[in-house]
Every structure is written in C-alpha cells, then in structure tokens.
C-alpha cells in the first residue's frame, strides 16, 4: 500500500475518534450551560458511552500497525510526519491504562467529585481525604505504568506539558520565589490604590455587553465561535471553526466578567488560530496547556490589564458607567485593576501573589505523589504554606485546601501550567513589542490585530508541531526564562507601586 | 446463559446505540439553536461519524443472535418479551439496509436538501425536481428490499407508522374528504370572525413569558426540559428527563407563538412521560408518529384552541396586552382563533381545512411511488389540487409545492400522520371527558393535571408496548373511527358559525 494510502487510514481512524470526542465536548458544554436539572443522570451514562468507544476504537491494533508501516516509510511531508510521530506517542501511551484502570479511576473521580463538593458545603476535609488518598495511590501506580525518570510526578506532568521535568520546576520556581517574596514586600509597603470603585453596582446586561465588545476588539470570531454564561467561566471547543467560551457576571464585582472574557478570549483565539486541515490530527492541537495558558494569561494580563489597552476602552467604560467612574481617572483606574494583595482564593489573585497559590499546590502534589506528604496532613500542611508565603491565615478550608476541583478529577501535574502559561506570555510579548511595527501604539488605538496577527503565525498555526520549549526556542530565541517576567513585573509594578 | 444474563447482553448494547443516537440528537439540537454559523460544516461530518458507528454497533450479528435466543427462551416479563419482539423486527428491517444503499440515501438527501433550499428561495421548482426524481427512485427500491403487500407505500408509511396500509388510509380520507368538503362550503357561506387584533404589535418578551406560563400550566417539567428559539419549531429529547422544544416569535402574530409553544408541548408531554427504566427501549419509545402527533394536537387544537382553556388564560392575555385586546371579548378571541379560511401554507392552516393540505400530498406522494404521476408533472398536479380541493389558486411554487422541508429529506410515508394524529386526539378526548370527573371544568380553571394524569396513564407509559391501532382499541374500546372527529368538528364550529 502507498504511504499515501497508509496515512488516509490513519487519518480516517484518528478522525473518527476525534469526531465522537468532539461530539462529547459539545454535551459536555450543553451540560455546563443549558441542560435541565434532570438531565444530567442519562448525559452521564451517554458521555460515558462516547468515550469508551472513542477508547476502544483508538487503542485497537489496526492503529499502531498503521502507524508502525508509516514511521518505517519515513514521510517526507514534515507535518505529516510529525502528526505520525505523535500520534504514535499519545497511542501507545494510551494503550498503558487497561481498561480495569480507566474503569477504576473514572469511578474514583466520580465519587471524589461528589465527595468534594460535599466536604466544600460542610467545610469539612475528612468527607473528601479519603478519595484524595485513593486518588493519589492510583495517580502514582499510573505513573508506574507510564514509566518516568527521577520522579513520578513527571510522567504526570508530561500529560499536560510534554518534557516537563521536577528538577527544572524546581529551580524555577525557587527562582520565582526568591524574587517574588521580596519584591511583593517592597509593594507591600506602599499605600494600595482606592480600589471601591470597582465593587458597585454595575448593571449585569451592560457588562455583558461591554465583554462581547472587547472580545470583538480583540479578533474572536463570533461566526465560528459564541459566548455562553456558566457557573465556572472556561472555553471549549468542536473544531476550530466552532470554540464556545463562557462566564459569569457579577453584579458588584466588575473585574469577575471582563477579565474572565478576556481570559477566555485568550484561549479561544488560540482555537481560532488552530489549523482546519489539520483538524483533530496532532498538528491541529494545542501545543501543550502551558502553551494555552500563555495565551490566555497574555491577553488577560500583559494586554488586558495594560495601560495602553485601557488607553483604549477606558472612556467607552466610563460611557457605560459614569455612575460608579466618571471620577476615576484612567490612571487611578488602572492602578486599581493591578492592586498586589496576597488573598486566600486563587482564580481571585493579581498577577504576583498568583504565583503562591501555584507554587503551594504544585509543592503538596509533588509530596503526596512521591510519599512523603501524608493526604491526612494536607489540609494543615495548605494552612502552614498560606502563612508562611502569602503571610494569610486561612479561615475556613472552603477557602483552603478545598478551593480547587482538579484534585478530584484526578488532576495531577496540572498546577504548573499555570505558572509556566503566565512566563511563556511575557516572554512571547516581549518578542512580539520587537517584532510587531507600533504594537503597543495600535493596542492603546483598539487595534489588536496586529498583536493577533503574529501570534497566529508564531504560535497558533504549529498546533503541536514543536513541543512547549523548542515552540518558545523558535518564536523567542531562547527557553523559558524568567527574567522576561520578572522585568516585566519589575517595571509594571514599581510604576503603579512608585517603587524607586 | 440465563435468560437474565442474555437480556442484560441485549439491553448493552441497545443502550450503547441509543446513547450515540441520543447524543446525535443533542448536536442537531445545537445546530438548530446555538451553532455560530460556520460550525455547521464539521458539525456535518461529526454527526455522520456518530450515525454510521450506530449503524455498525446495531447490525452486527451479536444482536441478531442475542435476540434470536431471547425469543426462544419466551421471557415470561411481558415488557421485556415485547421488548425484544419490537427491537427483533427493527433489527431485521434496518439489516435490510445495505451500507452502500445508506450512504447514497443521505448523499442523495444532502443534495436535495441544497436544491431544495434554493428552488424555494428562486421560486424555482425544476432545481430540485431532478432530486426528487432521484428520492422517488430510491425510495421505490427501498420499497421493494423492505418488501410489502398491495402498495409499495405500505413498506415507507410503515417505518413511522406501523401497521398503516394505503387500503385504509384511502377509506379514512374519502370519508375525511366527504364530510369536510361538505362542511367547509356551509361555513364559508357565514360570516368570517373577526381576528385583526390577532396581527397588532406583541411584544416578544411578553409573548415568550405567556408561553413559558402557558406551558408551564400544561405541566411540561422544567426540570427535565427546556425551550429555546430556533427558525422552526421542534421537539427532541435527550431521555425522558431531558426533552427540548423550540419556538419562534413573531411580533406582528399572535398566533405563530402561543400554539407552536401548546403543540411541541403537547409532544414534550409524551416524551417526559415515556419510561425512564424502559430508557433506549421500544417500550419506553413512542409509539408512532401518529400517536406523537395525536398529542402535540390535543394539545394544540382539542384543547388550547377550546373556549375552556381560554377561560382559564384569557384574562392573563388581556393584561399583558389591554392595547390589542382589551376590547375584544373570550367570545370574540375564541371565534378569532378557529376560524376556517382555505389557505396555501399547511402549517399555518386551521383545523378543518389542514386536512386538505395532507389529504393532497398524500395522493401525489402514493403516486409518485406507485409511478403513475410523473415527478414532473408534480407542479401542476399540485396548483391542480389545490384549485380543486381547497379552491385556492397557487400564486409561487414558494407557497405551493415546495413549502414541506419533508421530501427532500427523503420522508416519504410521513404525511399522513398528521390527520391520523389529529383524528386519534379528538377520539383519545372524547374517552377522557367520560373518564376524568369534571375534566372540562377543571380545564377552565386551568388545572390540566387531571388530563395530564389521564394522558399519562392512558397513552405515554406505554411507550411502544402496544402498536398505534391497539393503543386506540385499549384506550377507547375501537379502532380510529372518523366518527369522533366529525362531531367535534360540528359541534365546534356549527356553534363557533353559528350553523343551524
């Protein structure tokens, strides 16, 4: 059979299973946003249906012996190729978890989601411990079977950011900490901006507005994607010609819907930006999560809470509510959407403390998965973490070690995506403000095309062709550093803070 | 193996099937609802990936053999006996389908759908008469493999109405044609009511929240459905606890909204109130098309068009709306909403002269299929129809024969239905009114509970467990007997037309 042939096969086989994957996305979407109280027993049994036979569809054998023939026919498409190679990586990387563990582990999620939400009600850790140490076992026999080096925890994060590794985590987050406690001390010192403002009134349908304005400001694509409202804001997508995002809004609270948007819009348009006739095959996917979060974090933060974006849509906001801002100056404005304040919940914190949170779960994750962290002692070992970095005392374990979900979905490895998305984005933008004519003079216009333009060049159009560091080797010359973040945060925030 | 065991094995994959169909129907739900428009083109191929693993999951021979041995080992469960009798005929019916057959159906389908979109917008009908003729030649083959007695349209009416034959269907409607063609003349010869008031300005907002009171009155569970805007309205569940409807609002109409809401709620009823443990089952399926329509039209007519029901509603109506309908009297808004009037467009037609509009595609549909009317004479055949059934000249194919999306959906047989739904509703109300105390009385007061109750017990449990014509024996002692709609008919509207 020609190499052609062979790779129409294993396209077709691919499709078909990214097509029942994409067809659980959208109920799982439906689930999130419009499904009637009732409907989530039968949605349950139906998504677990579609992602057995995505399973069992992927890992038969006729797969990898495609796969095997095209490896040895050597394509000579590169991308083609590389689809090939990682294809063949993620197959027999699936084909370790038999179906007993998938079985296994999918119930312990079940029952440790329940659990959970539970023990958040009561504010009382001992109704979920018990699945987390069940969880924790499974994750580090799956971490067995999927082999590592060094660390179990590897072969976890490797799930979500291909090549990472604890040894470089680790330096670079004590790197991060080094400067980070120091510098938030010095913030700490300086009077925090008025900040009031931001927690009047603010007509819920005005807000939303004023988000579907700026999403289209910043290039989402409204006839291949929607915005929804859900009870936790996040983005999903059917294929890159339909990317749904949702959020909230809250009344008295204007950052929780905007920057939500922006957020999201950041991870849509990297969606967006994947490529069509790569649909569902490596090269059509998001590099990494990391890589997704860089792009999210850099439209939310390096851009949405930038001077020049504001510069931009400050007076239209003013427009909309010269109620609660017709006395704020830009200026004051902008300082007030940048305060520093070490605070309990995460997806609520500024941009420098947010680093904490993180490295704080990233720490217990690591001691839970290699032993030396008892589950039983998380709940005081989170309380002693918060003190100590963030110097907050923890009032309720709702605001505590409760605050997150990934951990009963089983999601370990995950935290330091965040962090490393937010460095990826500095140093990306960095490399963009050398490479892009005038790009911080048209953002502060409400022209974000060009900002658009290049990231869908450099970075959206590979999918997964390069992984996360080789992709930021070639858009920025060099791996992730943090000094790009660093600077950034050092000029950001001594000019809000007056810092000399 | 036990009995028990190998209905297990049936139910298995019984429910694999129906939860890839139900998922399906979710996707086409968002297509018709909230799919941002260039999603439709992978959205295509997804649902198509998903139809044909449910095709191979179902016809495999596993089934097959599981079904035969059921059979055999006679089930003494009379649920589960009827179950696997249903689900045994169904099999062998879909097994008659070649895939190379399936797949130049729906490749025929999509393109007539196209062409048919465009004829219509061109007022054109020789775009889409190539496509038909094609349909027509298809679904005569599919004729013949499903096999049939006396008519080749037996085998296509059987698939959405079991046990229908033409022989009847042809006695039923020259009685239908006799009476009502006699009856229509001695109304037009009175006096047509006034109903102006019907095309003022309504708000949308206000005719949405009258609907969603409205339907919430009928007793449709908001828990277990929902109701969103789409182009045109339609029912789909998800599961018995997850039912959808849709509707569309139309300012300068009263009409389009309010009985589109009481129609598709009248078939959400039946859905919500099929057997969640018969769930994928034919026993918690529903039994025909005829029967669904039976209830979206005792919904719709028998009861949301009666002066009882107004009772209950009309002085709601009156203040949402005191500027269109504060002088008009329940009297006056009750002839307004039935009168009878031969128009061109069937789905907006009144309850008498609809039946026309059936009764004529009917003949040209069994005609096409038999082959002696020439899918080019089509056309003509139907101006000529209408002209001399409901004597109205046809000025656009628009509004004549290409008004129905069914025929280039490849729907042949499904017509019919409609009269029979509305024909089993007026015989089904007729044995509720002798059976439920003060059913009227409550109505008027709107507490439709009891009725709800009935329709339940009576109709929805039953799912497929007996077959449309049994269903009608069990519940009202006879076979469909034209005989109850005739008097309905008379009764309502000697008084509404005061004909003596």
């Known amino acids: 059979?020609?190499?052609?042939?062979?790779?129409?096969q294993y396209t077709d086989i691919i499709h078909k299973v990214v097509d029942i994957d994409y067809?659980?996305?959208?109920?799982?979407?439906?689930q999130e946003t419009y499904i009637?109280?009732?409907?989530?027993?039968?949605?349950?049994?139906?998504?677990?249906?579609?992602?057995?036979?995505?399973?069992?569809?992927?890992?038969?054998?006729?797969?990898?012996?495609?796969?095997?023939?095209?490896?040895?026919?050597?394509?000579?498409?590169?991308?083609?190729?590389?689809?090939?190679?990682?294809?063949?990586?993620?197959?027999?990387?699936?084909?370790?978890?038999?179906?007993?563990?998938?079985?296994?582990i999918s119930n312990e999620t079940s029952k440790a989601f329940h659990n959970w939400v539970k023990a958040r009600e009561e504010n009382n850790p001992s109704l979920f411990l018990p699945n987390l140490e069940k969880l924790v076992e499974l994750k580090r026999r799956e971490a067995d079977f999927l082999g590592y080096e060094d660390h179990p925890y590897n072969a976890l994060m490797d799930d979500y950011e291909p090549g990472a590794k604890v040894k470089e985590i680790d330096v670079l987050f004590t790197e991060v900490r080094n400067h980070l406690k120091e510098f938030i001390k010095r913030i700490a010192a300086k009077p925090a901006p008025k900040s009031d403002f931001l927690f009047f009134k603010y007509d819920k349908q005005k807000q939303w507005d004023f988000g579907i304005d700026i999403l289209k400001?910043?290039?989402?694509?409204?006839?291949?994607?929607?915005?929804?409202?859900s009870v936790h804001p996040?983005?999903?997508?059917?294929?890159?010609?339909?990317?749904?995002?949702?959020?909230?809004?809250?009344?008295?609270?204007?950052?929780?819907?905007?920057?939500?948007?922006?957020?999201?819009?950041?991870?849509?348009?990297?969606?967006?930006?994947?490529?069509?006739?790569?649909?569902?095959?490596?090269?059509?996917?998001?590099?990494?999560?990391?890589?997704?979060?860089?792009?999210?974090?850099?439209?939310?933060?390096?851009?949405?809470?930038?001077?020049?974006?504001w510069k931009a849509n400050y007076s239209k906001l003013q427009n909309l509510f010269p109620e609660n801002l017709s006395a704020v100056s830009l200026e004051d404005f902008y300082k007030s959407i940048n305060a520093v304040k070490p605070s309990l919940i995460r997806i609520e914190a500024d941009e420098l403390t947010y680093h904490f949170h993180i490295m704080i779960r990233y720490e217990l994750e690591k001691r839970m998965i290699e032993g030396s962290l008892k589950v039983t002692d998380v709940p005081d070992a989170w309380n002693e973490a918060?003190?100590?970095?963030?110097?907050?005392?923890?009032?309720?374990?709702?605001?505590?070690?409760?605050?997150?979900?990934?951990?009963?979905?089983?999601?370990?490895?995950?935290?330091?995506?965040?962090?490393?998305?937010?460095?990826?984005?500095?140093?990306?933008?960095?490399?963009?403000?050398?490479?892009?004519?005038?790009?911080?003079?048209?953002?502060?216009?409400?022209?974000?095309?060009?900002?658009?333009?290049?990231?869908r060049e450099k970075i959206h159009k590979h999918g997964r062709y390069y992984n996360p560091q080789e992709l930021c080797e070639v858009v920025t010359g060099e791996k992730l550093n943090y000094r790009y973040f660093k600077q950034y945060a050092e000029e950001k925030y001594s000019n809000i803070y007056n810092i000399g």
Chains 1, 2 share one sequence.
Request: include cysteine; proline fraction near 3%; charge should be negative.
């Open 1 to 8: 059979m020609s190499s052609n042939d062979l790779y129409k």
């Open 386 to 455: 918060y003190k100590n970095y963030l110097g907050v005392d923890v009032p309720t374990y709702r605001q505590g070690m409760l605050q997150d979900v990934h951990w009963s979905h089983g999601s370990f490895g995950y935290f330091p995506t965040y962090s490393l998305g937010s460095f990826f984005a500095v140093q990306f933008y960095n490399t963009a403000k050398k490479e892009v004519f005038d790009l911080e003079k048209n953002i502060s216009e409400g022209n974000m095309k060009p900002l658009l333009d290049w990231l």
């Open 234 to 309: 996040f983005t999903t997508s059917f294929n890159p010609k339909d990317v749904r995002i949702t959020t909230k809004v809250e009344e008295n609270d204007f950052r929780s819907m905007t920057w939500s948007c922006i957020h999201e819009g950041g991870h849509a348009l990297y969606e967006q930006g994947l490529s069509s006739e790569q649909y569902g095959l490596p090269c059509g996917e998001a590099c990494s999560l990391g890589i997704h979060e860089s792009q999210s974090r850099l439209w939310e933060n390096v851009v949405g809470r930038s001077l020049n974006f």
């Open 36 to 104: 009637p109280e009732k409907g989530a027993e039968f949605r349950a049994q139906q998504l677990s249906t579609l992602s057995g036979l995505a399973h069992d569809i992927y890992v038969a054998p006729e797969l990898g012996t495609i796969m095997n023939e095209l490896i040895k026919a050597k394509l000579s498409d590169r991308i083609q190729s590389r689809n090939v190679e990682l294809s063949h990586k993620d197959y027999f990387r699936e084909k370790k978890y038999s179906t007993d563990f998938v079985i296994e």
């Open 217 to 229: 400001q910043m290039g989402f694509d409204f006839t291949a994607g929607r915005q929804d409202i």
């Open 23 to 30: 067809a659980s996305a959208v109920l799982q979407w439906d």
